[in-house]
């Protein structure tokens, strides 16, 4: 059997659908994981994903591209040459499966499931209802599950990624060490860049040493936070080298953004200033120590990375 799984969104979207792609692979012989461009590294590091094709869906992308009628028959063509059996659709709350459901029914998929609010008329086989305020894992296992795929035995439903490579070599990196990601993709989720300079600050005061990561794109933002005295990471690793950063790390704090899922991928705290944009119960940082905060001050952040450090050090 062959198999599409398809999360179009962003890394941490991607990574979270970790545990429903090993699902489905657990019962397929082949499994094919459609991404956007801005979920593709995440894709790459999933146990399970055999393929991946990436294109920024028009009614999904931050950054939508026009519509174009020979960019959407090529992607038909694209996706009837997996030759799939089965397509599960993992999307979000707020999202449709419904456009994707189209062009894979045109590229001749047979058998596709997704939850869907609108009534899907013959685009979905399978209209798993909405399990509601769940988070995004047991969102995407039961729509898996809905096709009849579960998760083998002995496979819990933790995040999982492939072995990451060793962190850039240019990266001296401490013995011990927390990091602190100060960037995100939605400004509305993210902390003043003000207030991470003044928890770096804090955490070197007491006596940490603090890495500061970020994307290419922040390395004004992480050089600016950094400057309190942590080592400037902004723009040094792929998402996979971060990955290997993060393993290595006493804790990491955060925004509701990629990095705190990639953490909880390797098994590292989160400390999570979680804006209340999203609901908590959907996006939390899963089965790993962490803490939600966001109106708080430095001396509540610095308390909240002892915990989850010592609630690691307590499960060890």
Known sequence: MRAIVARLD???????????IRAVAAGADHVTL????????????????????????????????????????????????ITA??????????????????????????????ISEDYPGSLLDVRHRDPGDVHEVHRGLSVAAALGFTLSPGDDDRLRILPPPAPPPQLELPERYVVVHPGCTVEARRWPASRFADVVTGLAAAGRDVVVTGAPSERMLTARVAAGGALDAGGATTLAELAAVLAGTDALVVGNTGPAHLA??????????????????RWHPWRVPHELLWNVGTTEVLGAVERVTARREVAA
């Open 85 to 114: 059996d089965v397509a599960v659709l993992l999307t979000s709350w707020h999202q449709s499966p419904l456009p994707l459901a189209l062009l894979l029914r045109l590229a001749g998929v047979p058998r596709i499931a997704a």
């Open 34 to 81: 459609l991404c956007g461009p801005r979920g593709a590294q995440a894709g790459a590091l999933l146990p399970g994903v055999d393929e991946v094709v990436v294109r920024r869906a028009e009614w999904i992308d931050l950054i939508a591209p026009r519509v174009r009628r020979p960019d959407i028959e090529a992607y038909i063509d694209r996706l009837a040459a």
């Open 264 to 281: 909880a991928a390797v098994g590292t705290p989160v400390v999570s200033l979680f804006a209340p944009t999203v609901p908590r119960v």
């Open 10 to 20: 962003n890394e941490g979207d991607v990574l979270l659908a970790g545990p429903a």
